[in-house]
């Protein structure tokens, strides 16, 4: 098996699993309480917050631990629902790309009197910092940007977005699950408030993740513990998965430069070659690059070819042992077209005739190469007449 969808998940890194299996075997105790076996699982969470701190660029103090991005997106926009409201500030600025549970989460506070101006992106699916600068108000409370498009790998501009959001002291809230692991958060020095990340984008385990907030002014989604996450997060801590957060945190920070390095290649030799097998088979000009160009930095491409299905040739390959991705992991089973796509100015058709290919470190230029001539022949195929 090939694969290429790094983007949706990632595989455990050894070194995370190694770290886990402590905590899913013999340190079981609760990090709640006092005695030994409790006290052990406790220094545990505090190493792993250390460690993720080191990814945000912050201290272990502004680290929540939570189940996920989508979890850590809906306590931003949620969790500050009283505060926004006591300040008169309703008006919420989100960008057209972001990944649904953004969207979702700040669709949720309509029903409270909220009004939402959407940033739509240029047509290579960058949001600009002066769209963000003109759309912010007087009663503006919070904008939510994401670093990294999950669909596209388009990254913006946040450090900029940051320096106006301070400017007007407006919140700034940021999804960086596809950044971590591939760009410095440097949250401070961007100006950031809120940041997501989720273990499993970055060979860490699923069903953790964490957010970075830089004053505890919200109210917490999930109630109870008031000791528990400096009372934010409510729940036992899942020990084995935070301690793998951590770890694959560690591992992320000191390898990234290396990483991305190899990871880019792949992308790079991948499009080079699937260019190069489409050139032959005659069709090379129904090839095209949504949002960022092939030789950017970063592990996702979104590729459309004209008169293609996206999920047939997704099938296809399926059959030949390579894995890609038609649109987002958490929109795979709906028939409607990327919002990302169409809100980049991409037709509906367009939208379906596209795919998105991801790496890891794990993909080697051998494999991107077979996946690349997988797909070419998969495309010329499709593209026979009936």
Not at 190 to 218: C, M, Q, T, W
Not at 311 to 326: E, F, N, P, R, Y
Request: glycine share 8%; aromatic share 6%; proline share 3%.
């Amino acid at each position: 098996m090939i694969y290429l969808d790094s983007a949706a998940t990632t595989k455990i890194a050894p070194e995370v699993l190694a770290a886990m299996m402590p905590y899913l075997t013999d340190e079981y105790g609760n990090a709640g309480t006092l005695y030994g076996l409790g006290r052990s699982a406790a220094e545990a969470v505090q190493k792993a917050r250390e460690q993720v701190a080191t990814l945000f660029g912050c201290t272990p103090d502004h680290v929540v631990f939570t189940s996920g991005g989508s979890e850590s997106n809906n306590t931003v926009f949620k969790g500050l629902r009283h505060k926004l409201t006591e300040q008169g500030k309703k008006h919420l600025i989100v960008s057209a790309i972001e990944h649904d549970s953004v969207l979702r989460a700040a669709e949720s506070l309509t029903k409270d009197g909220f009004y939402i101006t959407y940033i739509k992106p240029s047509s290579d699916g960058r949001i600009s910092p002066k769209a963000v600068e003109a759309a912010i108000q007087e009663d503006t409370g919070l904008v939510s940007v994401m670093f990294t498009n999950n669909e596209t790998g388009v990254t913006n501009d946040i450090n900029e977005i940051g320096r106006t959001c301070r400017q007007n002291e407006v919140l700034l809230h940021t999804d960086c699950v596809q950044a971590a692991g591939q760009y410095p958060l440097s949250v401070y020095k961007n100006d950031v408030d809120f940041a997501s990340i989720s273990s499993h984008k970055i060979h860490g385990p699923k069903g953790v993740g964490a957010l970075y907030i830089r004053e505890p002014s919200i109210i917490p989604l999930v109630c109870g513990g008031s000791e528990q996450e400096f009372g934010l997060r409510g729940g036992t801590e899942n020990v084995a998965g935070i301690v793998g957060l951590g770890a694959a945190a560690e591992i992320a920070v000191v390898n990234m430069q290396e990483d991305i390095i190899v990871v880019s290649m792949a992308k790079q030799k991948f499009y080079m070659e699937l260019l190069h097998e489409l050139n032959e088979f005659g069709i090379g000009d129904t090839l095209h690059v949504n949002g960022s160009s092939a030789i950017d930095i970063g592990k996702a491409i979104n590729l459309r070819f004209d008169g293609v299905d996206a999920q047939t040739l997704l099938l296809m390959l399926d059959s030949k042992g390579v894995c890609i991705s038609a649109v987002s992991a958490c929109r795979s089973h709906e028939s409607e077209p990327s919002h990302v796509l169409t809100a980049m100015g991409l037709t509906a058709e367009e939208a379906r005739s596209s795919v998105r290919v991801s790496f890891s470190k794990y993909n080697t230029v051998d494999e991107a190469e077979k996946a690349a001539k997988d797909m070419a022949s998969c495309v010329c195929v499709l593209r026979m007449p009936a």
